[in-house]
Nanobody, 115 residues
């Protein structure tokens, strides 16, 4: 059974940092690109960042480029999202999944950036 668990969210002030973790099980991690997505209540989801299965290719949305860094540890089946210089507009629930999404979504982790 596939299980995805996101963690690391919280409340930070503008300019602060957080490191999100995505721990996955039930599938061969390195066979899939893994992405971070975020959703603001009442709005659609946005693809934030993505990393290839072997970690050699990364993608960032323009809105986070230069501030966020995605990385992976395939031995731990875990993908990380280091978020620096956070802005209020980064406030959202962050989820991870394969990219494109193929698995049941986890519960996500709330990131709130205060102004």
């Amino acid at each position: 059974e596939v299980q995805i668990v996101e963690s690391g969210g919280g409340l930070v002030q503008t300019g602060g940092s957080l490191r999100l973790s995505c721990a996955a099980s039930g599938f061969t991690f390195e066979r899939y690109a893994i992405g971070w997505f975020r959703q603001v209540s009442g709005k659609g989801s946005e693809g934030v960042s993505c990393i290839s299965g072997i970690g050699d290719i990364t993608y960032y949305a323009d809105s986070v480029k230069g501030r966020f860094t995605i990385s992976s540890d395939n031995a731990k089946n875990t993908v990380y999202l280091q978020m620096n210089s956070l802005k209020p507009e980064d406030t959202a629930v962050y989820y991870c999944n394969s990219d494109p999404p193929q698995f049941r979504w986890g519960q996500g982790t709330q990131v709130t950036v205060s102004s």
